[in-house]
């Protein structure tokens, strides 16, 4: 069976969810024997087309989020599913029979190399979703995830992975064009994920009430998010030039409708245009979350609140910003005990 690769970077959202409710129809469509018939062959060939295809049909048949799981989690799903098929290949685990050690000793290989513990619980929950999709199928009975574990990582999520600091992103807007500034302030000051700024569509965006509203949250969610003045005035001056009505035209160059706010939807484009502004401003462009880091920390430091922040950052638990989107400085109650 031929693999389908999600396309999170072109077209709408509605072909994606399309093209997924095509690609499960392919498995749940077959009968219950002729279901478990191919998913045998697959994992006996180990064809790997075929098992990510597998899993991302189960995915959205019997997931949370059905055909509505976003495309960022099934191509990490898959991403998992082909780093453990890569590793039963060298350890020539058997993929229908594997012994009651092979999860945790996946597990442990990974740790080995050196990985995080946040990134094996990645790649174990996309291996733990294949042999559910095995079952599913009839295929096997195995569970060899089923008792494994990941060390915790003691270290905070700031630490490893800190926000990026007020001089950083000072340089690099200082030399972004209106495209890149409006990405980098919608992360760093509006809190935006990358996927729900270059989801933004115009009728969201109201750069004179200094509000914008985000329809395509984690979860399905949305929420309205306040903008900052440096934000506000970033959307009118990219309105001007590619708005409905702007100078410039972009239609020729997009990928997305022309009610999209960004020309493309593809979290790897962004990458790449916002990467060319830390290239020239000389700073290391270390992806899209400590821009939501610095705008977790920065607003918590004025606010004192966590919950406030973390609805700003579109957190459905207080307990996901505290451990890796803002902290409060160590000596932050000096101010407070200076009279005593």
């Known amino acids: 069976?031929?693999?389908?690769?999600?396309?999170?970077?072109?077209?709408?959202?509605?072909?994606?969810?399309?093209?997924?409710?095509?690609?499960?129809?392919?498995?749940?469509s077959l009968h219950d024997e002729e279901l478990r018939r191919r998913a045998v062959k697959a994992a006996a060939d180990r064809d790997i087309s075929a098992l990510v295809s597998l899993t991302t049909a189960y995915l959205s048949h019997a997931g949370a989020s059905g055909v509505l799981t976003s495309p960022h989690t099934v191509a990490a799903y898959g991403r998992g599913v082909r780093q453990f098929l890569?590793?039963?290949?060298?350890?020539a685990v058997s993929l229908l029979r594997p012994g009651r050690h092979e999860g945790q000793n996946f597990v442990n290989a990974l740790l080995a190399e050196g990985r995080a513990p946040a990134g094996v619980s990645q790649r174990v929950a996309a291996a733990s979703c294949l042999y559910r999709a095995l079952r599913w199928a009839g295929a096997t009975d195995a569970t060899p995830f089923q008792d494994v574990r990941v060390p915790r990582d003691p270290t905070p999520g700031l630490v490893k992975r800190p926000p990026y600091t007020d001089d950083e992103l000072h340089d690099v807007l200082q030399v972004a064009d209106v495209q890149?500034?409006?990405?980098?302030?919608l992360t760093a000051h509006g809190g935006l994920r990358i996927s729900e700024a270059l989801a933004l569509r115009w009728e969201e965006?109201?750069?004179?009430?200094?509000?914008?509203?985000?329809?395509?949250?984690?979860?399905?969610?949305?929420?309205?998010?306040?903008?900052?003045?440096?934000?506000?005035?970033?959307?009118r001056d990219y309105r001007v030039l590619y708005g409905p009505g702007g100078t410039e035209q972009l239609n020729g160059l997009r990928?997305?409708?022309?009610?999209?706010?960004?020309?493309?939807?593809d979290p790897e484009t962004a990458r790449y245009h916002l990467g060319k502004a830390f290239q020239v401003a000389g700073v290391k462009f270390r992806?899209?979350?400590?821009?939501?880091?610095?705008?977790?920390?920065r607003l918590l430091g004025q606010v004192k609140d966590f919950g406030r922040v973390a609805a700003h950052l579109g957190h459905e638990s207080v307990d996901t910003t505290r451990k890796g989107y803002a902290a409060l400085p160590i000596d932050d109650l000096k101010g407070d005990l200076a009279g005593w």
């Open 180 to 185: 890149a500034r409006l990405l980098l302030l």
């Open 287 to 297: 992806g899209f979350h400590p821009g939501r880091k610095y705008a977790g920390t």
């Open 86 to 91: 890569a590793w039963a290949e060298t350890q």
């Open 255 to 265: 990928t997305t409708s022309p009610d999209r706010v960004f020309r493309f939807a």
């Open 1 to 28: 069976m031929p693999e389908q690769q999600p396309r999170p970077g072109g077209g709408e959202l509605a072909f994606y969810r399309g093209d997924l409710l095509a690609l499960t129809r392919e498995w749940t």
């Open 205 to 235: 965006l109201d750069e004179g009430a200094r509000r914008l509203l985000v329809t395509s949250g984690k979860s399905r969610k949305s929420r309205v998010v306040a903008m900052s003045t440096s934000l506000a005035r970033a959307v």
